[in-house]
């Protein structure tokens, strides 16, 4: 039989495996995707680093509940034992987001909110888990009929059975310094990829409540609950996802969305070229204002520098008066423990806050 008589269904498609991050990147900005997943920058950060670490101090608590530790403070001490080697460039900061928690997050392990003891086969999935318990989570979705399959994957930290066997509970450990809560969960796009894995992996699932756990404060978001009727939205922007990856792939320049808050933590910015422009297209056209007038330049920024410090004084004065004011995920009031200073903050910390 020559190639050309084998029947279509037989030639194998091509696989690509994306994860999480990734598709999330694309759908950031579709530049910032591209530059990422070519290697023209690298996407790290201390951090990340950090939260890497913070993440396996509680997965070697999840752990430990798995093989059948029913002390809480046996638990909460192998996680500070964790915490205590990780990396040194950043040790001292993982001691500082989960030391905080660990106690309690020992006792959440043990206990359901009625208060009843668990039983460690309670726990379905975890970080670090290995074969079935293994928290990594993979779907496949075809691209047509002859384009690649995607194996689209992300790990969950930790995932319990839920009140029924159609219900499952998520746990993500956060030890950035947002406070996240429910609303913040169901929108992100992070746990709506989450809640589409969960309903593809487990075909008799009928709901999803996801939270996350905040390690620096030691508590919970209010569980943020997703329906299996809402599969079609979360596949909707899964694809919405990878069109904007095949998009991008496929262009010379990908499009990008330079949107400050999202600018601000983008590995692309204050990247440049050899020729010494800004690799980003959406800063590159600043670079030859700046560069064709330098000293009109600075005088522009100067100018929009009082009238932000002008602008700033009167927020605060506001804020004084009146309570925080919240906009474009940005809050202006006491700054976060409660020093009594005001400042302007960001809600989220972006994709270092893990
Ligand atoms: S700096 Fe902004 S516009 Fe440029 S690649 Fe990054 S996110 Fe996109």
């Not at 905080?100 to 999935?125: H, I, V």
């Not at 006491?334 to 903050?345: M, S």
Request: proline share 5%; aromatic share 8%.
């Amino acid at each position: 039989m020559s190639t050309d008589e084998v029947p279509f269904d037989l030639v194998a498609r091509e696989e690509v495996r994306i994860d999480r991050t990734q598709l999330e990147r694309y759908v950031t900005c579709p530049f910032m995707g591209k530059a990422v997943e070519s290697g023209l920058v690298r996407d790290g950060s201390l951090a990340a680093l950090s939260g890497s670490e913070a993440h396996d101090a509680y997965g070697a608590m999840a752990h430990a509940f798995s093989l059948g530790a029913t002390d809480a403070r046996e638990i909460a001490e192998i996680g500070l034992a964790t915490a205590r080697s990780a990396n040194p460039l950043v040790q001292p900061d993982v001691l500082d987001a989960v030391k905080p928690s660990l106690g309690k997050f020992a006792g959440q392990l043990l206990y359901r909110e009625d208060g009843q003891k668990r039983n460690p086969d309670d726990m379905l999935r975890y970080q670090g888990g290995k074969d079935d318990k293994s928290g990594q989570l993979t779907a496949r979705i075809e691209s047509g009929t002859t384009g690649p399959v995607y194996l689209l994957t992300s790990e969950v930290d930790l995932l319990m059975a839920g009140w029924n066997d159609r219900h499952l509970e998520e746990t993500d450990w956060k030890s950035g310094r947002t406070r996240w809560n429910a609303s913040d969960v169901r929108s992100s796009f992070q746990f709506r990829f989450h809640a589409f894995l969960l309903f593809e992996n487990y075909p008799t699932l009928e709901s999803a409540s996801i939270r996350v756990w905040m390690t620096r404060l030691g508590y919970a978001t209010d569980w943020a609950q997703f329906r299996r009727a809402e599969l079609p939205d979360l596949r909707g922007l899964v694809m919405r996802g990878l069109v904007e990856r095949e998009t991008a792939l496929a262009a010379d320049v990908p499009a990008c969305n330079p949107f400050a808050e999202q600018c601000v933590n983008c590995p692309v910015t204050g990247r440049y070229t050899a020729n010494k422009v800004a690799l980003c297209p959406a800063i590159a056209s600043e670079c030859e204002d700046c560069a064709s007038d330098p000293q009109a330049f600075l005088a522009e920024y100067a100018a929009k520098q009082a009238d932000l410090d002008r602008r700033k004084k009167l927020m605060y004065a506001y804020a004084k008066a009146h309570g925080p004011i919240e906009a474009a995920g940005l809050i202006c009031g006491i700054k976060p423990p409660g020093d009594g200073r005001l400042g302007i903050y960001s809600r989220k910390a972006g994709r270092d806050d893990e």
